[in-house]
Structures are given as C-alpha cells and as structure tokens.
C-alpha cells in the first residue's frame, strides 16, 4: 500500500474486491504466511483493514513492513 491508499498485489496497482480475490487463492495454497508492505506514510486505518481482509480470508500470519516511499 502506498502512502495515496493505492493497494498493490505484487507490483500491479488492484482493487479491494482484487486484493480479496488474491488473499482468498493465496489461503487456498499456504495459509501461514502473508507480508504486508506499507509506504511509512500510508494511512493505519487503510493498512488494518487489510490485515482485517487477511484474517477473514483464514491468513494465519500476517508480517507488516514499513518502508519508505513507493
């Protein structure tokens, strides 16, 4: 995620309703470990309810990474 909210699946810009789709076949397949990258300046609101969509999708663990500037 950006600091604008923009989500990113791998590198390509996606959706909410994209990203729920992606989280879904990605708990399918290994259900253990999901990292979350977030720009240092994107919003904590934003970056939870991903991590919420993460949980509702059954990601078990979720790392979160803060990084400087997209």
Do not use: N
């Not at 390509?12 to 076949?25: A, G, K, M």
């Amino acid at each position: 995620m950006d600091a604008k909210g923009v989500v990113y699946w791998r590198d390509d810009p996606v959706s909410i309703e994209v990203l729920r789709q992606h989280l879904h076949e990605e708990a399918q397949r290994d259900p253990d470990a999901v990292r979350i990258d977030g720009d240092a300046l994107a919003s904590y609101q934003e970056i939870i309810h991903v991590v919420d969509l993460c949980q509702f999708e059954g990601l078990t663990k979720i790392a979160l990474r803060a990084r400087a500037g997209r």
